[in-house]
């Protein structure tokens, strides 16, 4: 049986396809061309990212579009993630407590009349800035950059990538990270509140707000993954731990978007028949995922219960 890596292209036939056009010069260049184009800010959260921040940020300088700025806010990282950023950059800043408050606050210091969140542990495809830059002048007024994961990082890897790939024409379990700047203004940014769910929690808003929302096919690549199960318990369960503010922000979607029988996977029914060393895996990635959650959940809810106690 034929077998498509869960890792390959696939086309994006719920969202809007950007066009493309001839790369752009070297990051510094000036040229009438780019004067004419909206500037992009670029921001990045680190805290301890230096072992994939160096491939995130070079990806970034790999972009074929320009005019674009870098900006960097570390959260006091006890790692050279700071110093690796200034190789790139010198706009570092160190602020915490959490990512919200990161992102809120290069959105706030931002030049350009777009802002892109990447996270210190993606490195993007070279068209992903002027992919969403033409959606941003066909008048949309954020873009979803669609993700998947390196399978060659191991097992758990290929599964996240096949899980990913059911994503790719997904209304519900997305969220934009690319936006005209006006618009994060407007909204807010993300909600400070929330340490997990903050980046569906900002997508919702953007949708009752009836603003627009395109998509690209340019796709962000996750270098960084949990290779063992060990390591995806503990990631859910920490998770499972804030879910509770981001439900009571987003009830009317927030429940959907994490329940764990989801259309995606229906529609890309396919995928699992093609890749059925993945399967069985798939499964037992989705049972500890939610058994961690649960218990981080149920721990949440104890605490608080206890803290209200005369």
Known sequence: MHRRSPHSGAPNSGGVIASRRAPGGPINAASSRASEQPLVTVVIGTRNSEGTLRRCLESVAAQTYR??????IDNFSTDASAA???????????????????YNYGFRIAKGQCVYRVDSDF????EVIRDS???ILQGYDAVIIPDTTDSTMGYWARVRALEKGCYFDDDWN???RFFKSSVIRALGGYDEGLIGGEDYDLHNRLLEARYRVGR?????????EP?????????QYFYGTTLRNFLSRNERRGLRQLLPIRTAFLRHWKDFVRNPDLTPGFVLYQVVKYAAAWRGWSKARATDRGGRRP
């Open 227 to 235: 290779t063992t199960l060990k390591e995806i318990y503990s990631k």
């Open 216 to 224: 690209i096919r340019s796709r962000e690549v996750h270098i960084d």
């Open 67 to 72: 005019p674009f700025e870098v900006v960097v």
């Open 133 to 135: 830059v033409d959606l």
């Open 84 to 102: 690796v950023a200034r190789e790139f950059t010198d706009q570092v800043h160190v602020l915490g407590p959490e990512r919200c408050a990161q």
């Open 123 to 126: 490195v993007l495809d070279p």
């Open 174 to 176: 997305v969220a934009a």
